[in-house]
């Protein structure tokens, strides 16, 4: 899994198999979370987003689980295909730190 | 369609130049930001901007400028004093600035390379 800030970890995953991409964040302070996905030579493109009064949020085909025991967050994609292939980063941010932080992200490789 | 556009998507500076790289959003946002991200890093703030004409520094904000005199415009300039100037920099643009919980949204980013 990935820790905001550190390595870039690879995830290899069957078309339509589901993936899980791991998030692990250090300040407890954080009360926000948005999933990015950033293909080769793009810019990060929004997928979804989550505020700490909230355990799970679901969007099409995405799910965002947040656990604030342990810090950590996944994202969970059903029925992965070959257009999912990228790299995922989760991003946190606090009112009081006034700044999102940035994890480096999870290189998601889809096999046909 | 509504977006950020960022311009160019490669530029290349020689010794002692400038260079600015362009910002345009037509999403209507109140705030816009400037990241550089290196190979196997998280993306860095550069410097952000809640509001025209205000902006802030951010982590990284030795050897940048920047202005704000539209909303829909937030232009970098990378001095010659940025003595490490390569990397893939990202503009981005939010509704609410950094308290507010919005997703920040990113163009395609600038690709500066030294000659």
């Known amino acids: 899994g990935e820790s905001v800030g550190l390595h870039l970890p690879t995830l290899s995953v069957q078309e339509g198999d589901n993936s899980i991409i791991n998030c692990a964040y250090s300040?407890?302070?954080?009360?926000?979370f948005i999933w990015y996905k950033q293909e080769s030579g793009k810019g990060p493109q929004f997928i979804i987003d989550?505020?700490?009064?909230?355990d799970k949020r679901q969007g099409q085909r995405v799910t965002v689980l947040l656990n604030k025991t342990v810090k950590h967050l996944s994202l969970q994609i059903a029925a992965t295909q070959p257009g999912d292939s990228a790299v995922y980063f989760c991003?946190?941010?606090?009112?009081?730190?006034?700044?999102?932080?940035f994890g480096s992200g999870t290189q998601l490789t889809v096999l046909p | 369609d509504g977006g950020i556009t960022q311009s160019p998507k490669y530029l290349f500076r020689k010794e002692g130049q400038n260079v600015t790289l362009s910002c345009e959003q037509n999403?209507?946002?109140?705030?816009m930001y400037w990241y550089r991200q290196d190979p196997g890093q998280g993306l860095r703030l550069i410097y952000y901007?809640?509001?025209?004409?205000?902006?802030q520094k951010g982590d990284i904000a030795e050897g940048y400028s920047v202005s704000r005199e539209k909303k829909e415009s937030f232009p970098l300039t990378v001095t010659s004093a940025q003595k490490n100037p390569t990397a893939f920099y990202l503009c981005?643009?939010?509704?609410?600035?950094?308290?507010?919980?919005?997703?920040?949204?990113f163009g395609d980013g600038t690709r500066l390379s030294i000659l």
């Open positions: 981005a643009s939010s509704r609410g600035g950094l308290v507010s919980n919005q997703p920040q949204h």
């Open positions: 300040n407890s302070a954080s009360d926000y």
């Open positions: 989550i505020r700490s009064n909230m």
């Open positions: 991003a946190e941010g606090s009112g009081s730190a006034r700044q999102l932080t």
């Open positions: 999403l209507n946002h109140d705030a």
């Open positions: 901007s809640q509001i025209v004409n205000d902006f």
